[in-house]
């Protein structure tokens, strides 16, 4: 099973700044990493898949980048619907699917 | 518009089974596999299993021998059967539809709370 990690666990950023989190793989994933957002009492949103596409929708703020086992995700000038928890998750071997343990982004 | 839609919240005790059903719409059906996944409080998105659109299944091995997918493609519809439930059991579970070979996740459910307590 590939285990992901994410860090930090906890982000503290200003609004209007930069946040760049991390998720490492145990073991290369190639370029198949997603990220998704997930806010309190919803369901996780999918943002970015092949670990740079962003999905239909989401402003190009959000970025990823990326390969084998380190990728980030960068949200560039934080807005306060960005304020969230964000999951990466690989799908290069499976099963199981799995998922880092999530960075939530808070604001400072 | 692709849609899932679950059933509500259900509160078990410990030792009993639950099962939730998962209905989709704006998609054949059989076309694609529909995953689930959950997430405790406090914990990591978990992935259950799949159940294929013409019914085969594949189980996490965290789950084998307490959890059964089944199908109903005349109502578009997939149910998830958890066994000998604990309270570690409790937790928000989703119905997830991936891309077809891709397998990042496009669609979510809503999430259906499962509580075990006695």
């Known amino acids: 099973e590939i285990v992901m990690t994410q860090s930090p666990a906890t982000l503290s950023v200003s609004p209007g700044e930069r946040a760049t989190l991390s998720c490492r793989a145990s073991?290369?994933?190639?370029?198949?990493l997603a990220w998704y957002q997930q806010k309190p009492g919803q369901a996780p949103r999918l943002l970015i898949y092949?670990?740079?596409t962003r999905a239909t929708g989401i402003p190009a703020r959000f970025s990823g980048s990326g390969s084998g086992t380190e990728f980030t995700l960068t949200i560039s000038g934080l807005q306060s619907e960005d304020f969230a928890v964000y999951y990466c998750q690989q799908y290069n071997n499976w099963p199981p699917l799995t998922f880092g343990g999530g960075t939530k982004v808070e604001i400072k | 518009q692709v849609q899932l839609v679950q059933s509500g919240a259900e509160v078990k005790k410990p030792g009993a089974s639950v099962k939730v059903s998962c209905k989709a719409s704006g998609y054949t059906f059989t076309s694609y596999s529909l995953h689930w996944v959950r997430q405790a409080p406090g914990q990591r998105l978990e992935w259950m299993g799949w159940?294929?659109?013409?019914?085969?299944?594949k189980y996490s091995q965290n789950f084998q021998g307490r959890v059964t997918f089944t199908s109903d493609r005349s109502a578009s519809t997939v149910h998830m059967e958890l066994s000998s439930l604990r309270s570690e059991d409790t937790a928000v579970y989703y119905c997830v539809r991936p891309v077809n070979y891709r397998d990042y996740i496009d669609y979510w459910g809503p999430g259906t709370l499962v509580t075990v307590s006695s």
């Open positions: 159940i294929s659109g013409i019914g085969e299944t």
């Open positions: 092949d670990a740079s």
């Open positions: 073991q290369s994933v190639s370029s198949d």
